[in-house]
């Protein structure tokens, strides 16, 4: 069997603030979504037109409703805690510019002898995003 990660799910309430994250921040694109009978949107790193490149779903939850999503086979409630999740990244200088403009708060280190330079920001629904960059990015800057 081989395995490579198609996308991760998350479950908000706040679809914009999310668009607003991964989109303008991260620079992923909004694209096609199936028409589910719930909220969401198909967050895409590359050619929207390429499914494959469609990198973070984002389940819409409605606060009002909260068992909207049992409805649905494929979103089980408490399916498991997720830590963070990373991104192979360029442009340390202009995300932290990015960062910067947006108030967007993060956390950086670089990982000794490996070559990695980390940004940890908080998505709006508290999941950790690790953007891994070249060290040499860091050491430039």
Known sequence: ???????????????????????????????PRPSFDFPGLWLYAGDTAVLANAVVHIIGIDPNDPENLERDPGSVPGSGALDHVAFAATGLAAMRERLRLTGVACRERTVPGFGLHQVFVDDPNGVVIELNYPAAEAAVL
């Open 1 to 31: 069997m081989a395995l490579t990660l198609n996308h991760f799910s998350i479950r908000a309430t706040d679809l914009e603030a999310c668009r607003r994250f991964y989109c303008d921040l991260l620079g992923l694109e909004l694209g």
